[in-house]
């Protein structure tokens, strides 16, 4: 079979490793890709937003199967185009990714459906959207209601901060037509985590439990990123906790979703809440996420062709997913992420790091300069770890990070600190 992964960052890159042990795949291409592809993939020029482009190529290339990763080609409808070209592609139509690409349809979605979710208000205008921050005060969340490249959500402790979230948002348009719509929630209090499930229709197959690390320091401080690490499965969420949350979230929304019309296909991956009263929905993706795909590539024990043909139709046995232990992606990130960084910085130390055992380490924002592998984004790569259990996961990521090595070269200490707390209790 010949594949297709649309993509750039270290979500695609662990996707295609993956897919290139896989006995049914015999070719895999990636567009755009990165260098750390090249052994697994032949890199094709093309951006992910070049829907038109990336179609005719799998077209003419004969391409079996596209796997599309970035949420954006998504949101834009690439999925539609591919079908009614006659391509096999994996992902959810237009109307499908409306999910991720709207927060103010899934908040109204799963209202309607009696989804566990905060309370929020919608604004199309500044002036009422200030005046009923104004009356509700703080911490209160603020959402572009658009696509934001993952920015677009502001936990707002004070008011400060939720007036100057929203100014920016509706006045500066930060986010550019994204922002001409906000939702502004009630704050949540409890443990984030992420519920991933592969969809057809109303069916699915859940994928592991997750908790990503957002912020850029230790501790939870520092400014929201794209994620600074993940672990999985999660050792203080019981199997009545989970199966509430796949049933009451993940089948509820794709019901739904049925309801409305849309036969939902591809990835479902919800961040929820773990409040006092129960799990509540954050928001929802239509893609994997990223770091924790990374995570669940070297956890997983199934081909992943067969895992992502449960959207079409395979049968998947739910019980023989997964290798036993525990996973964990680490992001090396560029110093100042995610403000102001350089790049073209050299990088050093990969393949020591990659001949540890249960080490894997997957591109981020690489390039090559003069064949020197150089940084070039703000998550430079995702250092990855298989152990039996939590801490050995965790020992071996950190024990690999220190094999790599760039200038002003940041990393969390304290990926899947919550996971090992609860095992020490």
């Known amino acids: 079979m010949r594949v297709l992964v649309i993509g750039s960052g270290a979500r695609e890159h662990a996707l295609v490793w993956k897919l290139a042990q896989s006995p049914r795949v015999t070719k895999i291409y990636a567009a755009p890709g ?5 052994p697994y993939a032949e890199r094709v020029a093309l951006g992910v937003n070049q829907l038109h482009d990336l179609a005719s190529f799998a077209e003419n290339n004969a391409i079996d199967f596209t796997v599309v990763g970035p949420e954006a080609p ?3 409808g690439i999925v539609d ?3 009614r070209r006659g391509l096999n592609v994996f992902g959810p139509d237009k109307a499908g990714a409306a999910l991720e690409g709207s927060k103010a349809f ?3 979605l799963l209202t309607q ?3 566990p979710t905060a309370q929020h208000q919608t604004f199309n205008d500044y002036t009422k959207a200030r005046a009923y921050l104004d009356q509700h005060g703080a911490p209160i969340v603020v959402k572009a209601d658009g696509n934001a490249a993952g920015k677009g959500a502001i936990v707002a402790l004070d008011m400060e901060t939720a007036q100057e979230a929203l ?3 509706m006045v500066d348009r930060v986010f550019g037509s994204a922002g001409d719509i906000v939702v502004l929630e009630d704050y949540l209090e409890g443990d984030e985590i992420g519920a991933t499930a592969i969809c057809n229709g109303t069916s699915f197959l859940p994928l592991a439990l997750s908790q990503d690390h957002k912020r850029a320091l230790d501790n939870d401080q520092g400014l929201n990123t794209g994620g600074m690490g993940v672990f999985t499965p999660l050792p203080f969420v019981d199997a009545a906790t989970s199966e509430r949350i796949y049933n009451e979230v993940i089948a509820a929304t794709l019901n739904a979703m049925q309801q409305t019309g849309v036969n939902f296909t591809g990835v479902l991956y919800s961040n929820i809440m773990l409040t006092a009263s129960g799990p509540k929905v954050i928001e929802h993706n239509t893609r994997f996420g990223d770091p924790e795909t990374q995570a669940f590539m070297l956890l997983l024990k199934e081909d992943i062709l067969n895992v992502l043909e449960f959207a079409s139709g395979r049968q998947v046995d739910p019980n023989a997913l997964w290798y036993p232990g525990s996973a964990v992606s680490l992001t090396l990130a560029s110093g100042g992420y995610p403000g102001g960084y350089r ?3 050299p990088i050093k130390g990969i393949e020591e790091a990659n001949k540890l055992e249960g080490v894997q380490v997957f591109h981020a924002g690489t390039a090559l300069k003069d064949d020197q592998l150089v940084t070039a984004g703000g998550r430079v790569l995702s250092v990855v770890a298989r152990g039996n259990n939590l801490q050995e996961a965790v020992d071996r990521v950190y024990d690999a990070a220190r094999y790599i090595s760039f200038e ?4 969390r200490k304290d990926i899947a600190h919550r996971g090992l707390e609860a095992i020490k209790h």
């Open 106 to 108: 899934t908040k109204e």
């Open 74 to 76: 998504l949101i834009e």
């Open 408 to 411: 002003g070269m940041h990393y």
């Open 343 to 345: 790049s073209g910085l």
């Open 113 to 115: 459906a009696g989804i």
């Open 81 to 83: 185009l591919f079908r």
């Open 167 to 169: 100014k920016q948002m």
């Open 34 to 38: 990165n260098p750390g592809m090249g």
